[in-house]
């Protein structure tokens, strides 16, 4: 394992002093913040991604979004029937995600 991180960081440094990791995108900016991928692997976060890239957000993906927003939505109102109005929405979209997940778990295995 040492000889690969020293192989490793050797091509990084030889790459640096060629220039080649200059001018990238996003160069000078905070990385993304990828906290939700947290519960993928790392070859279902970077396929999750370059679909989304490409336009083709899986269910799972655009559910968990909708979740998020929903979840926003209920810490912003302040009326009672909105709140629970805002808590069936999400109780719907939690349930349609985990469906959505166990289907892509199933279909994986």
Do not use: C, N, Y
């Amino acid at each position: 394992m040492l000889r690969w991180t020293r192989l490793t960081e050797r091509q990084i440094r030889k790459a640096e002093a060629e220039g080649k990791l200059s001018g990238l995108e996003g160069e000078g900016k905070p990385l993304p913040d990828r906290s939700a991928e947290a519960h993928l692997d790392a070859g279902e976060a970077v396929g999750f991604r370059m679909m989304a890239e490409a336009g083709a957000l899986p269910e799972e993906i655009r559910l968990k979004a909708q979740l998020d927003a929903a979840r926003t939505d209920w810490q912003a109102a302040s009326d009672p029937a909105e709140k629970k109005r805002h808590m069936a929405r999400i109780a719907d979209l939690q349930m349609r995600h985990e469906i959505a997940r166990d289907a892509r778990r199933k279909f994986l295995r």
